[in-house]
């Protein structure tokens, strides 16, 4: 009799799937099936759920900036919210409720004088609570046609809320009294 190639594989199979499984009830091998996820901690999770809630933020803000509609971004925003600004007309650190009433003073200006501006992600990075994110924009209206920027985006999350929006520039053009931001 002839043996069969097919049989004998199929009872090789077999036998490595016993003593494999042999093996994983003595805890002397335990294999992972291929599929197996990696195992993922709670720091990977704090990570993902500080991104995703900034990301929504800067999503909204972005938003605010092509269509003059806030209002998405400022609901995110926490009662203690702080915002610093390098430009007129919100210049300046402002913590808790001068930050909310400067930010929604902010928005506001921008929305009324139909200021618009693209803005391109080029990095994000997580750190902590912190989320930094790094943009090229450009102005997107008649008001804004000049504007070409670098800017460095600091949000930092609280729950599903944010808590700050620190905002820097690396190339924006001087104003009529030289550099950016002067009276």
């Known amino acids: 009799m002839t043996p069969n190639p097919d049989r004998r594989r199929l009872l090789r199979g077999t036998a490595a799937g016993a003593l494999l499984t042999g093996i994983a009830t003595t805890g002397?091998?335990?294999?992972?099936?291929?599929?197996?996820?990696?195992?993922?901690t709670g720091a990977?999770?704090?990570r993902?759920?500080?991104?995703?809630?900034a990301n929504a933020a800067m999503d909204a803000f972005d938003r605010g900036w092509r269509t003059g509609?806030?209002?998405r971004f400022l609901a995110m925003l926490t009662d203690d919210f702080g915002f610093w600004f390098p430009e007129s007309?919100?210049?300046g650190r402002f913590e808790g409720g001068a930050g909310r009433q400067a930010v929604a003073e902010w928005t506001a200006f921008h929305a009324a004088n139909g200021n618009r501006v693209l803005g391109t992600r080029r990095r994000t990075t997580v750190a902590g609570d912190r989320v930094f994110y790094e943009y090229d924009s450009v102005g997107a209206s008649e008001n804004t046609a000049a504007y070409r920027n670098w800017e460095f985006i600091v949000?930092?999350?609280?729950?599903n809320r944010i808590r700050a929006l620190q905002e820097y520039w690396g190339d924006a053009?001087?104003?009529a009294?030289?550099?950016v931001g002067a009276p």
């Open 28 to 40: 002397a091998l335990t294999p992972l099936p291929a599929h197996a996820a990696p195992t993922r």
């Open 44 to 46: 990977d999770r704090h």
């Open 48 to 53: 993902d759920r500080v991104l995703q809630v």
């Open 69 to 71: 509609d806030w209002s």
């Open 89 to 91: 007309p919100a210049r």
């Open 155 to 159: 949000i930092e999350v609280s729950g």
């Open 173 to 175: 053009r001087p104003t």
């Open 177 to 179: 009294g030289g550099a």
